[in-house]
């Protein structure tokens, strides 16, 4: 099944699933371990930084072929992409899906880039994601001005024909200074307003009943990335204390198996809503 008709098919049944990130051979085990332990369907994300990182046919065969290996049901697909161009090389890598993300942009020049890739996708049969709304990344700071709006969201999936629209209610990226508070009010009427698919990001550090809570009201897809990386680098510190340990196959086990125990957690609170 192709994303598009997954993430319509969770959309009419009021469920939703993982999308995570992973950075290496290890965090992508532990996702697909977990996955596989618990016979559910995952979407492999790669940012643009992890992509640099291993290089883009490195990360790609990787992916395709660890999901293969694992049989888990899963698709991979490009977090965040900054560019038509990276679209582009993601797509002829066989990326199943793709993020144009131009939300720090006018209306108008979202609608345009995200047009653009929306016509490019359709070639390769990809599901394509859009972020409408501010979803404060590292460092920023979230205010509810710069949340979705109902109205401005049936527009946009209107004038773009996008596959799945990421939201701002209240979700931020990296870790919370303060408690979260998603406004499932407003994730009701704009899930209400269109049939488009809706996404979750930053959903690190949200508690399970509030992450429950988004996906009965229309939240279809829970983008993870930060608490991986926090949960592999924890246990890698974790084990390398008071250790002259040099071989890394012997180390890295333990914080793949954290990563395992997380992804596991996580898809049990997504399948439990």
Known sequence: MILQEKLKQL?????????????????????????????MPVILQLSESSIRYMGLPIAAVMAKTALREYNVEGWLHLDHGSSVEIVQKCLDEGFDSVMIDASEKSMDEN???????????????????????????????????????????????????????????GSAHGFYKQAPKLDIELLARISENISTPLVLH?????????????????????????????????????????????????????ATKAVVDLISQKLKIIHQA
Not at 213 to 238: D, H, Q, W, Y
Request: aromatic letters at 6%.
């Open 202 to 254: 930053g959903s690190s550090g949200i508690p399970d009943d509030m992450l429950q809570e988004a996906i009965r009201k229309g939240i279809c897809k829970i983008n993870l990335a930060t608490e991986t990386k926090n949960t592999f680098m924890l246990a890698l510190k974790e084990r390398l204390k008071n250790n002259s340990e040099i071989d890394l196959r012997i180390v890295f086990p333990d």
């Open 11 to 39: 959309k009419r049944e009021r469920k939703a699933i993982l999308a995570a990130n992973f950075y290496n051979f290890e965090t992508l085990s532990g996702v697909l371990q977990a996955a596989s332990k618990l016979n």
């Open 111 to 169: 609608i345009r880039v995200t047009s653009k890739v929306v016509k490019i996708a359709k070639s390769y049969n990809a599901n394509v994601e859009a972020e409408l709304g501010f979803v404060a990344k590292l460092g920023q700071k979230q205010n509810e001005q710069e949340f979705t709006q109902p109205g401005d969201a049936a527009c946009f999936v209107e004038s773009t024909g996008v596959n799945a629209l990421a939201i701002a209610i």
